[in-house]
């Protein structure tokens, strides 16, 4: 077994899809003939927390936790705001930002913090990951990003031993809906170091295309041959022993956060069509969001006509997540208002596909989703400014449901393609590929 050492800020005690990726492509690595070793956090500042996740971290995996000075806790003391962690990747034109203090912090984290609030974990970690390759033979480096300082990491490590290093992109980093809006000196230094990234990583794996588009059209010197596509994916072996059920009210679940650009406005506009169209009433359905809201989300869900359907769970372990979706007549997907949405393939679209129910897709005409779900015949997708198309497959959902015929008919087999184990085999041949020049 070849060692290879992982590097993540996102990792258990973490939640969310970030953490996921990298949770199972250890796992499964190891059946590529690489074994990993983890290069992570100590007191990360998580905006979600799966503590369960902990017990799915391999026995064997060893685990290196580096502690890193956060900025949030003085931001929040700034702000005088309390609870829970900040979310990062604050979506920049999402919510309107009012006061001195806001436009303040905004600047500093667009002056200061590049390429993210995680600068200051570089140095330290850079030196324990070199000290790790020289005790434990290491012969290849990961690093999953965002954050993007974990590229710098990486980057650091390779320069002072040489070894082939593949730089993980769960999201583009300039240019991006999260990026914030940096004046041109921040943001040609952050060019500079996504460049430098982009040009000294032996291979760059994507979890979606688009990534790699983005990519080349920023830097369009760049060998395309070293970009390789690796999707997100689903383990069925996660799932609880769940069985659906038909429920006495038609029932849509959506997990996940929403906030800025991401909201069920269309949504819910769609079914006031339809309840102006006498098709569906509040009464008829169940509406269940899992996750995190923020304020301009939850005040959306209040002043709905369908509010009295609506049922509210705050952030769960990621099993009961997925048990909240089996149990459901359909799953709801809603991506971000935004130009880069065409191309985003959000990991949790791949979770919706493998626990098998009906997806309805908020998503562009024409975009990566949609073909995703054409691909593998597991719902429907209509664009957020198309809320009679929304309806309509809302409506044929329902009426499916209602006659009690299936609702969709997926396909079993495109499905299957994208377990998680497969992804991770895939980073394990490019690993062999790059031991092997």
């Known amino acids: 077994m070849k060692t290879i050492l992982v590097i993540a800020y996102h990792f258990p005690p973490g939640g969310g899809p970030g953490v996921q990726r990298v949770l199972k492509h250890i796992t499964y690595l190891r059946e590529t003939g690489w074994h990993p070793m983890v290069l992570t956090v100590e007191n990360g500042d998580f905006p979600a ?9 391999p026995l064997d995996v060893t685990v290196v936790r580096v502690p890193i000075l956060e ?3 003085l931001y929040r003391k700034f702000m005088g705001r309390k609870g829970a962690a900040i979310d990062v990747n604050v979506n920049k034109a999402g919510t309107q930002r009012k006061g001195v203090k806001e436009r303040l912090a905004e600047w500093v984290r667009a002056t ?12 330290k970690a850079a030196k324990v990951g070199v000290e790790l390759v020289h005790k434990h033979n290491i012969q290849a480096i990961y690093s999953s990003s965002p954050p993007y300082t974990c590229a710098l ?3 650091s490590i390779k320069r002072k031993t040489g070894l082939p ?21 921040p943001a040609a230094i952050d060019r500079s170091l996504e460049r430098s990234v982009f040009n000294e990583a032996d291979m760059v794996e994507c979890a979606w295309t688009g990534i790699i588009d983005d990519a080349l059209r920023k830097y369009p010197h760049l060998n395309r041959s070293k970009f390789k596509h690796v999707p997100n994916g689903y383990d069925a072996s996660d799932f609880p022993n769940a069985v659906y059920e038909r429920n006495d009210k038609f029932t849509i679940t959506y997990t996940g956060s929403m906030y800025g650009r991401r909201t069920p406005k269309a949504f819910f506009d769609a079914l006031d069509l339809l ?3 006498g098709l569906i009433t509040p009464s008829d359905v169940h509406l269940r969001f899992v996750g995190r809201f923020g304020d301009e989300v939850l005040a959306m869900f209040q002043s709905s006509r369908f509010a009295p359907s609506i049922e509210i769970v705050g952030y769960v372990p990621h099993a009961e997540s997925i048990g909240y979706v089996m149990k459901s007549e359909a799953s709801l997907l809603i991506v971000d208002d935004a130009k880069e949405s065409a191309e985003i393939v959000p990991g949790k679209v791949y979770e919706y596909l493998g626990v098998g129910r009906p997806i309805i897709a908020l998503a562009p005409a024409g975009s990566a989703i949609e073909a995703l779900l054409v691909e593998t015949s597991a719902g429907l997708s209509a664009s957020q400014d198309n809320i009679s198309g929304i309806s309509e497959i809302i409506g044929m959902f329902f009426d499916r449901w209602i006659r009690g015929e299936s609702i969709t008919q997926p396909n079993v087999q495109e499905i299957a393609k994208y377990e998680r184990r497969a992804a991770a085999h895939q980073l394990g041949s490019m690993l062999h590929e790059l031991h092997q020049q």
């Open 153 to 155: 990491i990486a980057r």
């Open 165 to 185: 290093w593949i730089a993980g992109f769960r999201d583009p980093w300039t240019e991006f809906l999260t990026t914030p809006d940096r004046w041109f000196l």
């Open 112 to 123: 200061v913090f590049i390429p993210d609030a995680r600068i200051a974990w570089l140095r």
């Open 49 to 57: 927390r799966d503590e369960s996740l902990l017990a799915k971290i």
């Open 275 to 277: 309840a102006n169209q």
């Open 71 to 73: 900025p949030y806790d």
